[in-house]
C-alpha cells in the first residue's frame, strides 16, 4: 500500500467523527484560508482534500449561486458523507473521489484553488503544487493551510513523549507538517515560487482548541489524522504509551485550568 492509498484508507476510517467531536479547529483554520483568498461571486472553486466541508461550504457561500464550487478527497467515505451534506443543503457543489497529486480536470478550470492541512500528506508536494497550476486560469489564486509556531508548553510535554515512543518508521505521525518546507514562512514560500507561482505570500494566525478532559483529547486526536500515531503503537504497549501521553496532556492546561494548546496557521498564497 503508497502513502496514498495509506492516507485515504485513514481518512476512510474517521470519516464519521471528523471535525465532529467539539473542538473548534479545522473550521476556524478553514474559515482562516477562504476569508484570505477573497474568493468572489460567479468564480469557480475547487477545494482539494475537502473533507468534510470546512472549506467548501465557506467557498460555496462567498462565490454565491453564480458560482461553481468543486470539492476534491481521495477518500471515498469522507466524499459520500460530505455528498450527502451538500444534498441536503441545497448548495451548487460538486464532491468527488480524486488524486490530490493529479487532479483530473481540464486545464485553466478554476478562478480559486484552496487545500487545507492537505499538501505535507502528499508525497511529492511540489509536483502537486505544479499540477494545480495548470488548473488556474491565468491570475487565478492558490491557496493553502500549514500548521505554524506550536505551543511551547504542548511541544515540550505532549510532543516529546510523542515523539520518544512513536514507532521508528512512523516518526512523522507525530509531528505532520512540521518539517522541511512546512517549517518556515519563508519554506512554503519557496515550495510555491518553485511551483511557478508569482507574488507569493504568506499569512499567519492562530488558533487555540480546548476540551473538557484528557478523554475529549484523545477522542480528538482518533477522529483526525493523528490517529494513524495509536494505529503505529504495538497492542501490548498501547495502554502504557496513552497513559503517559494523556499524562502529559493533563499538565497542559491555561491560566483557566482547561486543558489545550495554541496553535499557530500559515496561509501561503500565489498566483499563475
Not at 66 to 85: K, Y
Not at 131 to 148: A, D, I
Not at 190 to 200: F, I, P, W
Request: proline content about 4%.
Amino acid at each position: 500500500m503508497d502513502q496514498q492509498q495509506r492516507v485515504a484508507k485513514l481518512f476512510d476510517e474517521v470519516a464519521d467523527t471528523y471535525d465532529n467531536v467539539g473542538v473548534e479547529f479545522f473550521q476556524p483554520i478553514a474559515s482562516g484560508l477562504v476569508a484570505a483568498l477573497r474568493p468572489r461571486p460567479g468564480e469557480r472553486a475547487l477545494d482539494i482534500g475537502c473533507g468534510r466541508g470546512a472549506v467548501l461550504f465557506s467557498l460555496a457561500t462567498a462565490v454565491g449561486s453564480a458560482g461553481l464550487v468543486t470539492g476534491l478527497d481521495m477518500s471515498p467515505r469522507m466524499v459520500q458523507a460530505t455528498a450527502d451534506d451538500v444534498a441536503r443543503a441545497g448548495l451548487n457543489i460538486e464532491v468527488r473521489v480524486g488524486d490530490a497529486m493529479a487532479p483530473d480536470f481540464p486545464v485553466r478550470s478554476f478562478d480559486v484553488v484552496a487545500s487545507s492541512l492537505v499538501l505535507f500528506f502528499l508525497p511529492d508536494p511540489l509536483a502537486a503544487l505544479q499540477s494545480w497550476r495548470e488548473l488556474l486560469v491565468e491570475g487565478g489564486r492558490v491557496g493553502v493551510s500549514t500548521f505554524g509556531a506550536h505551543d511551547d508548553r504542548w511541544a515540550q510535554k505532549v510532543d516529546g513523549v510523542l515523539q520518544a515512543r512513536a514507532h521508528p518508521g512512523n516518526q512523522e505521525s507525530s509531528s505532520t507538517g512540521r518539517r522541511g518546507p512546512f517549517g518556515s514562512d519563508e519554506g512554503m514560500e519557496r515550495l510555491l515560487s518553485s511551483a511557478g507561482y508569482r507574488n507569493v505570500r504568506t499569512v499567519t494566525s492562530v488558533v487555540t482548541p480546548r476540551f473538557e478532559d484528557c478523554d475529549h483529547w484523545y477522542r480528538w486526536s482518533m477522529s483526525a489524522g493523528f490517529r494513524r500515531f495509536w494505529q503505529a503503537i504495538p497492542k501490548d504497549q498501547l495502554e502504557e504509551v496513552k497513559a503517559e501521553v494523556l499524562a502529559a496532556v493533563d499538565e497542559c492546561r491555561d491560566e483557566n485550568g482547561r486543558i489545550g494548546f495554541d496553535e499557530g496557521v500559515r496561509y501561503t498564497f500565489g498566483e499563475r
